[in-house]
Nanobody, 129 residues
Framework: QLQLVKSGGGLEQSGGSLRLSCAAS????????IGWFRQAPGKEREGVSC???????AYADSVKDRFTISRDHANNTVYLQMNTLKPEDTAVYYC???????????????????????WGQGTQVTVSS
């Protein structure tokens, strides 16, 4: 199971930073592709970032150069460092795990939610202008 432990608070001003944590239990994150997704009200869930089993990363264009995904083997945790936050980053954020080959190889379909079989609970991130 994936447990999502939020750190840094859910409300931030525009230009600020937050870090989200996704702690895994029952499996080892380095054997999976771990993705971060977000869903804003009235919008579809979108892929934000992914880190595959060998540590390669991918980002949505909307967060590239602002967000960084990383992995801590000792704590079996994946992080999403979010810098230079914008109001349009406001959403519920989820982490998810996948063994799908397209995620492990970081094909463009890594951002498709249906490729992931385990999901953590969402956490609200609100960025005020």
């Amino acid at each position: 199971q994936l447990q999502l432990v939020k750190s840094g608070g859910g409300l931030e001003q525009s230009g600020g930073s937050l870090r989200l944590s996704c702690a895994a239990s029952g499996f080892t994150v380095r054997n999976y592709g771990i993705g971060w997704f977000r869903q804003a009200p009235g919008k579809e869930r979108e892929g934000v970032s992914c880190i595959n089993d060998v540590g390669r990363t991918a980002y949505a264009d909307s967060v590239k150069d602002r967000f960084t995904i990383s992995r801590d083997h000792a704590n079996n945790t994946v992080y999403l460092q979010m810098n230079t936050l914008k109001p349009e980053d406001t959403a519920v954020y989820y982490c998810a795990a996948s063994r799908d080959i397209s995620v492990l190889r970081l094909f463009r379909s890594w951002a498709q939610a249906q490729k992931y079989e385990s999901w953590g609970q969402g956490t609200q991130v609100t960025v005020s202008s």
